[in-house]
């Protein structure tokens, strides 16, 4: 009689679980890989606007203009890589991919340049503290744009 080891994990007999195993370890792997790539994009944003605004004395929106744009491309060629996996290399889908990215980016720009006004111009916060409490939201706003509206389809399985 062969011997089980009662440590290894049974498969799922049924297929709706085996493929819901499959989407939740998926899912670990893709929002590990979000948070490792968001932190790398959020050292550019803050080094390059940081520097731009403390060092070269550059006002708050012109700097983090600046920075963003570094950021967004950084994060979308690591976004469809290895976060979503969209592997496709066909130049309408890339192309979709991008325009839809940098436009679900404007919006969290426009955001962000909306509340660094508020809280540094007109309530004279600190502008470091402002982008640690913005970021946060922005963070989790990007995310469920890139899931649910960029990085859709042609994702490696």
Same mark, same amino acid.
């Given at each position: 009689?062969?011997?089980?080891?009662?440590?290894?994990?049974?498969?799922?007999?049924?297929? %709706? *679980?085996?493929?819901?195993?499959?989407? #939740?370890?998926?899912?670990?792997?893709?929002?590990? %890989?979000?948070?490792?790539?968001?932190?790398?994009?959020?050292?550019?944003?803050y080094a390059i606007s940081n520097l731009l605004y403390?060092?070269?004395?550059?006002?708050?929106?012109p700097a983090q203009t600046i920075a963003w744009v570094?950021?967004?491309?950084? %994060?979308?060629?690591?976004?469809?890589?290895?976060?979503? *996996?969209?592997?496709?290399?066909?130049?309408?889908?890339?192309?979709?991919?991008?325009?839809?990215? +940098?436009?679900?980016?404007? %919006?969290?720009?426009?955001?962000?340049?909306?509340?660094?006004?508020?809280?540094?111009?007109?309530?004279?916060?600190?502008f470091f503290l402002c982008k640690l409490l913005i970021? +946060?939201? +922005?963070?989790?706003?990007?995310?469920?744009?890139?899931?649910?509206?960029?990085?859709?389809?042609?994702? #490696?399985?």
């Amino acid at each position: 009689m062969e011997e089980k080891d009662i440590n290894q994990k049974k498969k799922p007999d049924d297929p %709706a *679980e085996q493929e819901t195993g499959k989407r #939740k370890s998926g899912l670990a792997r893709e929002g590990i %890989a979000y948070l490792i790539f968001g932190v790398l994009t959020t050292v550019i944003d803050y080094a390059i606007s940081n520097l731009l605004y403390y060092i070269w004395k550059m006002d708050p929106v012109p700097a983090q203009t600046i920075a963003w744009v570094a950021a967004v491309l950084f %994060a979308f060629v690591t976004n469809k890589w290895w976060v979503f *996996e969209s592997h496709t290399l066909n130049p309408g889908k890339v192309w979709r991919e991008f325009v839809s990215f +940098v436009l679900c980016r404007v %919006a969290t720009f426009l955001f962000n340049l909306a509340a660094l006004f508020v809280m540094v111009d007109l309530m004279k916060m600190e502008f470091f503290l402002c982008k640690l409490l913005i970021s +946060v939201v +922005v963070v989790i706003l990007n995310y469920v744009f890139s899931k649910i509206l960029i990085f859709t389809n042609d994702k #490696k399985k």
